[in-house]
């Protein structure tokens, strides 16, 4: 079994983290049967960005690392609170180990920059929030990171993204770096999302 760490930030949006728990939830019971997610947080109650309140199964000081296969981070907003989780040394020191480790990290949306506050991505391709409104690619450049134009950017085993709209093709790209690209297909078409269309 794969098990894939969900790490939740206070003010993490529920949507960006639903999608990791929802894929690879398909694949548990649909797909090849492999992964399975564990939602932990930095405490035992956490407010989503627009106050869902959610329970985490685990703390992170509940949890060995080691027994973990990859690890899963949904962005969320600085007024709800976000960055003071996902800036802190416990959020660094999960990041750190997995990256030391060599093991598949996917972020979506503003959650690179706590990959970059890690300073993982110091020389290394990256992206995050990517609206013209919005100052976050400053930021991840300020981290170190080579900010790319584009909605998703895998560089080595790291998957960063560009906004919430990205958030089901970087859960189908966690997959099938866990499984196969041919399993993936098999659960994306399963939930809906077949490239092949019907007459």
């Known amino acids: 079994?794969?098990?894939?760490?969900?790490?939740?930030?206070?003010?993490?949006?529920?949507?960006?983290?639903?999608v990791f728990t929802d894929v690879l939830g398909w694949n548990k019971w649909?797909?090849?049967?492999?992964?399975?997610?564990v939602t932990?947080?930095?405490?035992?109650?956490?407010?989503?960005?627009?106050?869902?309140?959610?329970?985490p199964e685990k703390t992170i000081n509940e949890i060995q690392l080691d027994e973990f296969d990859a690890l899963a981070i949904p962005g969320g907003f600085e007024e709800a609170?976000?960055?003071?989780?996902?800036?802190s040394?416990?959020?660094?020191?999960?990041?750190q180990h997995?990256?030391?480790?060599?093991k598949p990290i996917a972020s979506i949306c503003v959650a690179s920059l706590a990959l970059g506050k890690s300073g993982i991505?110091?020389?290394?391709?990256?992206?995050?929030?990517?609206?013209?409104?919005?100052k976050r690619k400053e930021q991840l450049k300020n981290f170190g990171a080579v900010v790319q134009n584009e909605l998703i950017v895998q560089e080595g085993n790291i998957i960063t993204s560009s906004n919430p709209g990205t958030a089901f093709d970087v859960a189908f790209l966690l997959l099938e770096k866990l499984t196969s690209k041919e399993n993936t297909e098999h659960v994306k078409e399963l939930m809906g999302f077949s490239t092949t269309k019907t007459k």
Not at 1 to 18: N, P
Not at 32 to 37: A, I, K, L, Y
Not at 89 to 95: D, R
Not at 98 to 102: A, L, S, V
Request: aromatic letters at 14%; proline letters at 1%.
């Open 98 to 102: 997995f990256y030391t480790k060599q």
């Open 40 to 55: 932990v947080g930095l405490r035992n109650k956490l407010t989503c960005t627009w106050n869902f309140t959610i329970i």
């Open 1 to 18: 079994m794969k098990k894939v760490l969900l790490l939740l930030a206070d003010g993490f949006e529920a949507v960006e983290a639903s």
């Open 121 to 134: 991505l110091t020389g290394k391709r990256a992206t995050t929030y990517n609206h013209p409104t919005s």
């Open 89 to 95: 040394q416990e959020f660094s020191n999960v990041i």
């Open 30 to 37: 649909e797909g090849d049967g492999s992964t399975e997610v």
């Open 81 to 87: 609170g976000f960055y003071k989780d996902a800036y």
